[in-house]
């Protein structure tokens, strides 16, 4: 089975300052990885996913991740942070015929 | 295109009484997801379909929950007698496919109160 493992479920930047969020996974079978996130009182909407092509993925509003084979991570980095993206991070795994797996979410504060 | 939509955007039910929840999925797509989320739970799986099939019915809690989907399109989420512990926000999601590599988009929710 597999699972996801998001390390800190709050953080905490200064605007301008770089984003990093944690996700470790688990898997018997090469996985593919997603990183969603969920404004308040909103879905979840997909910034970005590794399914085997280019281990460094590029998402939107400037997000990357980076699969690490060798680590079983796939954390999420921002350069610079911006008010804006406050909001709640879900790292997710999925194997073929199987629903996505959810980590427990990292709610990332900005303060200006 | 429409992206994936849910009804109601609110509920709020008595305890014991039996409520429905609609997903309206982006057209073309043949995998549907439900979830639910919870306040200190994250985002719990509950059903997948593929087609008008249910192959994994592994997450629904109790038999007081059931799904269905027609047509390949609208999906139900059925919750009978509800409890408090039901409430939380109900979202579905649909892809192209059940393949794996697909992204699935998310709808706004349901949040449902259970009083």
């Known amino acids: 089975a597999q699972s996801v493992t998001q390390l800190g479920s709050h953080v905490s930047v200064s605007e301008g300052a770089l984003v990093l969020l944690r996700c470790n996974y688990s898997s018997s079978v090469p996985p593919y990885l997603f990183w969603y996130v969920q404004y308040p009182n909103q879905g979840l909407q997909l910034l970005l996913k590794y399914t085997s092509a280019a281990t460094l993925v590029k998402g939107i509003n400037g997000f990357e991740a980076e699969f690490k084979k060798s680590e079983t991570s796939f954390h999420l980095t921002k350069p610079s942070a911006h008010m804006s993206d406050a909001a709640e991070y879900f790292c997710a795994v999925s194997v073929p015929n199987t629903p996505l797996v959810f980590g427990k979410g990292t709610r990332l504060s900005v303060i200006a | 295109g429409a992206g994936v939509s849910q009804s109601p955007s609110n509920k709020v039910t008595e305890k014991g009484k039996d409520v429905e929840l609609r997903c309206d999925p982006i057209s073309g797509h043949t995998a549907l997801y439900w979830y639910r989320q919870s306040l200190g739970q994250g985002l719990e799986f509950l059903i997948y379909f593929q087609g008008n099939s249910a192959p994994d019915k592994s997450g629904l809690p109790s038999d007081r929950f059931s799904a269905e989907r027609t047509g390949g399109s609208v999906s139900t989420l059925t919750i009978q007698r509800t409890q408090q512990e039901d409430s939380a926000v109900y979202l579905c999601?649909?892809?192209?496919?059940?393949?794996?590599?697909?992204?699935?988009?998310f709808g706004p929710g349901t949040r449902l109160t259970v009083t």
């Open positions: 999601a649909s892809s192209f496919s059940q393949a794996g590599s697909y992204e699935q988009y």
